[in-house]
């Protein structure tokens, strides 16, 4: 069975909108990082989140970590193009090892 | 500061053959996993390799296999290649030592299989 839901699929927002992608569990997490995939590229690192209820903050971007520590979610403040690409979620559980299980992804559009 | 690089970028095979996919690691990381990453879904892992050793693996069959060299690079070999294995091949790499598990992408290598 799938280990992590990540919704929404897919957000087309105008830009100046904000962006909420959620990722959730079954179990308690250790852990979970964020990446940033663009179009025709690769994932890139955006952040880790370790402590329950932990918020961080990056620009425009805003990430939190539920106190059960089994969500997280990103918000993306007023969008710009730039920010055009697919976010995934990905955690490490305790079961299946230090392996890193990956979320389906959202993809963000923005219209200028 | 050169990030992981990976060859080739772009491979066709046809059902049946071998491929063989190379990956350097970010200066200084020790680690190598690879993902494929199937059209419009999110990584899945494949294995790791740490000091040449096969350290962790996924849900993939035997004709996935890999090697780790004494300078860290990696090579992932896929036997007796399916349509299903078309993908972007992903490998990524770290630090076993960190408390983060970041990870460092390469560009991947897009496969086709005919």
């Known amino acids: 069975g799938q280990q992590v839901m990540q919704i929404p699929q897919y957000q087309h927002v105008q830009e100046g909108e904000d962006f909420t992608t959620y990722c959730n569990s079954s179990?308690?997490?250790?852990?979970i990082q964020w990446y940033k995939q663009r179009p025709g590229g690769h994932p890139v690192f955006l952040i880790q989140?370790?402590?329950?209820?932990e918020v961080k903050k990056q620009k425009r971007l805003t990430f939190q970590f539920g106190e059960a520590k089994k969500n997280s979610s990103l918000h993306i403040t007023a969008t710009q193009t730039t920010d055009v690409g697919t976010y995934f979620c990905?955690?490490?559980?305790?079961?299946?090892?230090?392996?890193?299980?990956f979320g389906a992804g959202t993809i963000l559009r923005v219209k200028s | 500061d050169a990030g992981v690089t990976q060859s080739p970028t772009h491979l066709i095979k046809t059902r049946g053959q071998q491929v063989t996919l190379r990956c350097s690691p970010k200066?200084?990381?020790?680690?190598v996993s690879w993902y494929q990453q199937a059209l419009g879904q999110g990584p899945q892992f494949i294995f790791q390799y740490y000091e040449e050793e096969e350290r962790q693996r996924g849900n993939f069959p035997d004709r996935f296999s890999g090697h780790q060299f004494p300078n860290y690079s990696s090579e992932l070999n896929v036997n007796a290649l399916l349509l299903g294995d078309s993908a972007l091949y992903l490998c990524?790499?770290?630090?076993?030592?960190?408390?983060?598990?970041?990870?460092?992408f390469g560009p991947g290598t897009r496969l086709t299989v005919t």
């Open positions: 989140l370790v402590k329950s209820g």
């Open positions: 179990t308690t997490l250790s852990n």
């Open positions: 990905a955690v490490t559980l305790m079961e299946y090892g230090n392996k890193l299980v």
């Open positions: 990524a790499s770290s630090l076993l030592g960190l408390q983060t598990y970041e990870q460092y």
């Open positions: 200066s200084g990381h020790d680690t």
